[in-house]
């Protein structure tokens, strides 16, 4: 039963709340139960040794990026190694697993249902590294929610129509000290991201929040949200995650096609 529809929220990952289960266990900070209508971000710790794995689903779309640890990655028979950063792209009708190594294995997983009659990638995309800077948006000035700051952060696109993506997309902040991702809001999307490396902070409904490694930031429809990096220094804040379903707005600020290939 779904939970009436949150403004949006910032979860902890003090505040997580694992099941146990014989690979590991997994939490869901974003979901139904919380009032997440459009997706649901998991948290897959798995023990050196074990896998974890999603079954076939015929309408389902599935992200998953490695947050900690190393091991393998297999999207029905794609099979790659993975470690921090890595990311994995699985369409519908595609299983997931993720085998760890010997120190074991923490992803986030972003899963989604397909509505019916979108389009599908004829040759996707099915792994990827958060750092793959091959297309990108700049100077993102927002959707004028709140006044943009022009030291402006980069998004990198790693899984989105351009690579295959039917539902889900996967973006890489990269937020340099002084750097800001501008507020900014989707009409049609929820947005599930969160804080890869370093210390950031991030804007929701009408405040900025501190935010660290791990933490996760979801915001319904129409909901403002950005990231900033406020610090003086030289450490770096990205962030990933993106849009359910992905917001075509997007790429048109980036000057490339939101059409699915």
Same mark, same amino acid.
């Given at each position: ?8 929220t910032?979860?902890? #990952? ?27 971000l ?18 389902? $779309?599935?992200?998953?990026?490695? %947050? ?28 997931? $697993? ?10 986030y ?22 750092w ?12 004028? $929610?709140?006044?943009?700051? $022009? ?28 750097? #800001?991702f ?21 804007y ?13 930031? %979801? ?26 379903? %992905?917001?075509p ?13």
């Amino acid at each position: 039963m779904l939970t009436e529809q949150i403004q949006g929220t910032i979860i902890r #990952t003090a505040d997580f709340v694992f099941s146990p289960f014989d690979w590991g266990r997994v939490a869901e900070p974003v979901g139904p139960m919380m009032g997440a209508h459009k997706v649901t971000l998991l948290v897959v710790e798995v023990a050196p040794g074990k896998t974890w794995r999603l079954g076939w689903a015929l309408e389902e $779309e599935n992200v998953a990026v490695i %947050f900690d640890g190393s091991g393998h990655g297999d999207v029905t028979a794609h099979r790659t190694e993975v470690g921090r950063g890595s990311a994995l792209h699985s369409p519908t009708g595609k299983t997931l $697993e993720l085998e760890a190594g010997p120190d074991g294995l923490t992803a986030y997983v972003w899963r989604t249902k397909l509505e019916g009659g979108e389009p599908t990638g004829s040759n996707p995309r099915l792994d990827n590294e958060l750092w793959n800077d091959e297309t990108r948006l700049h100077g993102f000035a927002g959707t004028g $929610e709140v006044e943009a700051d $022009e030291r402006t952060a980069v998004m990198n696109f790693l899984f989105w129509p351009g690579t295959g993506s039917a539902r889900l997309c996967l973006h890489c902040g990269i937020q340099d000290p002084g750097q #800001t991702f501008n507020v900014h809001q989707h009409p049609d999307s929820e947005e599930a991201f969160i804080a890869f490396e370093g210390h950031g902070q991030m804007y929701l409904i009408d405040r900025w929040h501190d935010v660290g490694p791990g933490d996760v930031l %979801f915001a319904a429809p129409g909901v403002p949200h950005g990231t900033r990096n406020p610090e003086d220094g030289t450490a770096r804040f990205a962030t990933c995650g993106g849009p359910t379903p %992905f917001d075509p707005v997007l790429y048109a600020r980036a000057n490339v096609s939101a059409e699915v290939k």
